[in-house]
């Protein structure tokens, strides 16, 4: 691949984030301080910030006006809606979820962070690890994100007192350890959105703090490439026939490779026929390829004639996931209308929707106390519970907790097309694995304040 | 509406097969463009009748080319849908109709001119014609069934874009409800709809005005001329160099000057301003992209200045 970079900078990688805080931490501020800082915002939008700042009675221009979107939200002064927001620098291009913290938090948390390789979570200086702080920490562990950041917001209005930040940073660090988070994982900072330290320069005020600041530690943190043990999966979205003069029936399998890496004579399976094959070739449109990683859209051609087609999957033939037609799973519930035991739903896995029934829901999660509540009788808007599902027709899963592609699913509304449910092969929190021996008090996973 | 069929050819990008190529690691465009193609083949896989809406614009541009890679060796299975204001610059049709016929698609033209001839549509009276590009728009996916609608929009383009979704459901008005709007989870898109409604897909989302840019140069793009710095008669309306033209100006009180200038977007030359600049190869452009003070909207668009919640109304009214 040549450069296409402006002379003097080198290929910028990318980097996806969320945001996730309570009401009032200044998400917002600090999101717009991220754009105002790496200079990603330009003159008229700026200039639009200032007027309605001044509008506003403001003496200073209000940066979360450049992340509230709707109308309804600068009316309400609140955020409703997960919003996309882009900034880069030289090394790396960011693309930020901007989730909010108070309306349907789960469901924008997870939308959020279901895409997220890192996540920002705010907390106020003054108020410190709140529940709300531990239940989105939860989700985020539940939805795999990789690497956390508490940004430890405010810490101007409590005077830069080192003792403060290392309380809740040492609270915090307990806690996502119980989510399972490795020490490394997690980094706390203290910051001002509002004020500008240590979110992009360093502030002369928190001397103590010797680490890095938010976007030095965005720009250089590892983006978690994926781990090589994971095995190769394919999920074909579409088969490329065509027969011209250059390519004499021409018959590929077009799909972005969802895990693991495919090189050419791999031994593979067609999953649910079973057929085993080679890989011949790896086709793009800038030329062939030798071999294709995680989040590659590549087309395969294969050595034999076999019947394929969309939803199938491609995988090792020593290595392919077992179809199952009951699994468990865990739901982030995501609609109004509640669940009950014997819903009939769609299942949409990689690229197949199948016809499915919820058919236990065994547990639900109890973000209040971080504990796990068996038998509910629905799980609602929100909430969070451990389910068994019963497929049409058997599904290539793999356990969320070793492949977040292939072990991800939509739960739809087979009436009216809607998302009902983020869905996670598996057990997902260790409250939730732990349901079967849980008592009604439930299996405490955090320590709690 | 009207219709035109060119020559069916296979679509190529000009690469020719190689040697299998050594590894190397994906950067930002190479992550953008997987995420694009993957769009582009969940939507012929969920879709019965799909539609790249295509203006001939820089982003639209990008987009058929995406679909190109998309479905290569095989053809584009699409048709291209254009909504013509009957206010654009004649290098921009010209570029609109070759590219059309080098990659041998069908071209779906609704034109804004024929429903004013008919009385469907009135002349406004500052004769823009943007915001009466939605009518011909929404009778040219129902007339042709098409159930999902590619757009080039990206988030980074205005605040209310930000929240858009990659599959943005509109009823069969064609208006888009934020509130009624699904979770979009993983890469795993829920396409399912009613009869009636479609889906607008927009795979360029997570694009910015740069990253459009430096894809256009990697992958050696051709664009209108209008894009690249030139000389033109321009006149000054609103702070904005637009160009002279029959159909809406200058008035008498404006005054036409000869001037070097170059577009950072297409659309109604009423409204669509031209940029002062040099910028005469692709280098320069995204060099002056790079430094600009200007989101491209703010710089050239009347109709998004109208209000703050402008942008937010017309896609609740069903433009794109």
Known sequence: MTSTEIPGTHTPDLLRLATAGSVDDGKSTLVGRLLYDTKSVLADTLDAVHRASVDKGLTTPDLSLLVDGLRSEREQGITIDVAYRYFATPRRSFVLADTPGHVQYTRNTVTGASTAQLAVLLVDARKGVLEQTRRHAAVLALLGVPRLVLAVNKIDLVGYDEGVFEAIATEFAAHATALGYPVGSVLSIPVSALVGDNVVDRSTNTAWYTGPTLLEHLETVPVEPDPHHVPFRFPVQHVIRTNTAEFTDYRGYAGQVAAGTVRVGDEVVALPAGVRTTVSRIDTPGGPLAEAEAGRSVTLVLADEIDISRGDLIAPAHDAPVAADEFGATLAWLSDKPLRPGSRVLVKHGARTVPAIVSELSARFDEQRLVSVPDPLSLELNEIGRVTVRTAEPLPVDDYAVNRRSGAFLVIDPADGSTLAAGLVGAGLPALRDQDSSTPEGDLVSPGP | ?320
């Not at chain 2, 690691?25 to 009748?49: C, K, T, W």
């Not at chain 2, 002349?123 to 996916?141: C, H």
């Not at chain 2, 874009?161 to 829920?190: C, H, M, T, V």
């Not at chain 2, 051709?222 to 160009?243: C, K, N």
Request: proline letters at 6%; aromatic letters at 8%.
């Open chain 2, 1 to 320: 509406m009207t219709s035109t069929e060119a020559t069916t050819e296979p679509a190529t990008t000009g690469l020719t097969t190689t040697e299998p190529a050594a590894p190397t690691a994906m950067d930002a465009l190479d992550r953008l463009e997987s995420e694009a193609v993957h769009i582009f083949r969940e939507v012929a896989g969920e879709f019965d009748r799909p539609v790249i809406l295509f203006s001939g614009g820089k982003d639209s541009t990008v987009l058929l080319h995406l679909a190109v890679k998309a479905f290569w060796p095989a053809p584009v299975p699409f048709p291209l849908l254009h909504v013509d204001t009957g206010h654009n610059l004649d290098e921009v049709i010209e570029f609109r109709d070759r590219t059309v016929e080098r990659h041998g698609l069908r071209l779906v033209v609704a034109s804004v001119q024929d429903y004013i001839d008919d009385g469907r549509l009135q002349e406004r009276p500052d004769g823009t014609r943007n915001p009466l590009q939605t009518t011909p728009l929404l009778d040219g996916i129902t007339d042709n069934k098409f159930d999902a609608v590619f757009g080039g929009g990206r988030r980074d383009e205005e605040r209310a874009r930000a929240k858009e979704r990659i599959f943005s459901l509109r009823n069969s008005f064609g208006q888009w409800d934020p509130r009624r709007q699904r979770p979009e989870l993983w890469n795993l898109y829920n396409g399912r709809h009613r009869p009636g409604e479609h889906v607008r897909v927009f795979p360029l989302s997570n694009w910015t005005e740069l990253d459009v840019w430096r894809y256009i140069k990697r992958e050696a793009i051709e664009l209108p001329s209008i894009y690249y710095a030139h000389r033109r008669e321009v006149f000054q309306r609103d702070g904005m160099w637009l160009t002279s033209g029959p159909w809406f100006g200058p008035r008498d009180d404006e005054q036409v000057r000869e001037l070097t200038v170059r577009y950072r977007t297409v659309g109604d030359g009423s409204c669509t301003g031209a940029v002062l600049s040099e910028a005469s190869d692709i280098d320069s452009v995204i060099a002056e992209v790079s430094a600009s003070r200007l989101t491209e909207r703010g710089a050239t668009r009347a109709d998004d200045r109208l209000s703050e919640a402008a942008m937010e109304d017309r896609k609740r009214e069903g433009y794109f």
